[in-house]
């Protein structure tokens, strides 16, 4: 019987520069956009105790209520919190950031911003904080794959007084682990863990994918638990240079390895462990929605959100009043 050929998926909507440029020429329209982003059913006043209409104050980036004055300013407790950068550049790092497929490096926002070196970096950090996008989502289910991998330099490239540190039993030694569990077809997640015990990796299986899926993996020890928690356990022996047998394989998430890691190489030429889970969200963040219309850097513009204990000007979960 032929194999059926997947339906194809239309294409990612192409978001230009051009496009960028007509839709936020200045800063104003930017300050507009994240309005209506933020309050898509109007600003709720906190005095009045209602949604107001609300009007642009020419002084300041922020909106006055018609019918008391109260101010509100869309950039409080978000990214741009207090930030002597221009919004339109803001927008335009965003856009940088989401335009490539392994990322950007600060050191280029420096270059096509202006901006100095320690702002861009800011700017890059702030943006990747915000793409953590796992907590609370749906468990992956069906058949999913898991798989662990060690990020790090190689030893022999360090200097010595950290070859010397470093360069002791396993080549894993010194490098951090990073545990991955990835849906066929469908979303990764990607965390830093402490080790590759199954105490470590069980947990993290658990937690993230439901049971009754089928969780394919490599010969490691750490999985041979999976079936007593509820799930169907297929493996492929890597060691004995076995990587597929028949529907048996890891090799959707060791190609998310491989994009992370090239990309890390090539881009960002060093990660140190403190931050390495940002940039774990931001590679994950990307690979979740490689298959979206919507443009990726409307999906990074949307990820935009206020400070949930700052956020007494949003709409509660009690009905509002409209509008007089």
Wanted: hydrophobic fraction near 35%; charged fraction near 25%; proline fraction near 6%.
């Amino acid at each position: 019987m032929a194999k059926q050929k997947k339906p194809k998926k239309p294409p990612m909507e192409k978001f230009t520069i051009a496009r960028f440029d007509a839709m936020f020429p200045n800063d104003d329209t930017c300050l507009e956009w994240l309005k209506n982003h933020l309050y898509p059913d109007g600003i709720h006043c906190k005095k009045c105790c209602k949604v107001t209409k609300h009007h642009r104050v020419a002084s300041r980036p922020s909106y006055s209520c018609d019918q008391c004055g109260n101010h509100v300013h869309p950039t409080a407790d978000t990214i741009y919190h207090k930030s002597p950068t221009p919004l339109r550049l803001w927008f335009y790092a965003v856009y940088l950031m989401a335009s490539t497929r392994c990322g950007i490096s600060a050191k280029q926002i420096q270059r096509e911003t202006g901006v100095t070196y320690k702002t861009a970096w800011r700017m890059f950090k702030q943006i990747r904080s915000m793409l953590a996008d796992d907590d609370g989502g749906d468990p992956l289910s069906g058949k999913v794959e898991a798989d662990e991998t060690f990020v790090g330099g190689k030893a022999k490239n360090m200097h010595q007084k950290k070859r010397e540190e470093k360069i002791q039993g396993r080549g894993t030694v010194g490098k951090t682990v990073v545990a991955g569990v990835v849906e066929r077809e469908g979303r990764v997640i990607a965390k830093k863990v402490e080790d590759t015990r199954a105490a470590t990796l069980l947990p993290f299986v658990k937690e993230r994918v439901l049971p009754a899926s089928t969780v394919y993996t490599d010969e490691a020890a750490a999985y041979e638990g999976l079936p007593g928690h509820g799930y169907l356990h297929h493996r492929v022996h890597h060691a004995s240079k076995v990587y597929v047998i028949g529907d048996a394989h890891t090799n959707t998430i060791e190609g998310f390895w491989s994009l992370v890691k090239n990309g890390l190489r090539g881009v960002y030429h060093a990660v140190s462990d403190k931050y390495l889970q940002t940039y774990l969200d931001e590679f994950s963040f990307r690979y979740n929605r490689r298959n979206d219309v919507r443009p990726m850097f409307l999906s990074f513009l949307a990820q935009v959100q206020k400070a949930p204990a700052e956020s007494s000007d949003l709409p509660s979960s009690e009905p509002l009043q409209t509008p007089a």
